[in-house]
């Protein structure tokens, strides 16, 4: 049983342009949202996070948007830029009792940026 | 600030031998996470300790088990490897109270012949 899905395996851009990557999500249970990046041999890098209780958090070029009542959320990177080429997990946490610790990932989606 | 450490950070074995694997948390954390990353099922929730108390557990086999010292620094080991069992572990610290956001390690390679 999957519960945080990124449905894209992989998404290619131009330097410059938008990068939009999806992730949905099944547990309601769910109260707070990660985006890491992982570069081939390293482990993942932890980009930006949202708790339940907003609809958007922004830090520099990453933005992303939570939507509850569709349990779907988005990163937004604008610009893209080569160096963003890597690929990035959508992750969620619950709170308490069996979820201490846990982190639920997705599947991944590779992001390629085009020069 | 120096980051999660893992080691080492690659390891080759034959099936039916056992491994430890390291990780030293970010200074001042005291939760400790460990994942397992294979291509068919991507990362998968091993188990986290805290404060030398293992709070959770994932759906692995009794064979992965953990522990962590007073320092915070946690091993984990696998016994009576299978060819299955290779694999990218990575381990995670944080805080360990809310938001769970965690830092990852480099991770180590685990290679089953």
């Known amino acids: 049983d999957q519960q945080v899905k990124q449905n894209s395996p992989s998404l290619s851009v131009q330097e410059g342009r938008i990068s939009i990557l999806n992730c949905d999500y099944t547990n309601s249970m769910f109260d707070y949202f990660l985006w890491y990046k992982k570069y081939p041999a390293e482990g993942p890098t932890f980009l930006i996070s949202i708790s339940s209780i907003k609809d958007k958090n922004e830090d520099g070029r990453f933005t992303v948007f939570l939507n509850k009542s569709a349990k779907h959320l988005s990163l937004h990177i604008v610009p893209s830029q080569p160096g963003d080429s890597a690929v990035y997990f959508c992750a969620a946490s619950a709170k308490g009792g069996t979820s201490y610790g846990k982190l639920t990932f997705g599947q991944g989606t590779i992001l390629t940026v085009h020069p | 600030k120096a980051g999660v450490t893992q080691t080492p950070r690659y390891l080759i074995k034959t099936r039916g031998q056992q491994v430890t694997l390291s990780c030293s948390p970010i200074s001042g954390h005291r939760s400790v996470s460990w994942y397992q990353q294979t291509p068919g099922q991507g990362l998968q929730f091993l188990f986290e300790?805290?404060?030398?108390?293992?709070?959770n557990k994932g759906n692995f086999p009794g064979r992965f088990s953990g522990r962590q010292f007073s320092n915070s620094r946690s091993e984990m080991n696998v016994s009576t490897l299978e060819l299955g069992d290779s694999a990218l572990y990575l381990c995670a610290s944080s805080l360990g109270s809310s938001p769970n956001i965690q830092y990852f390690g480099a991770g180590t390679r685990l290679s089953v012949l």
């Open positions: 300790y805290f404060s030398e108390t293992q709070r």
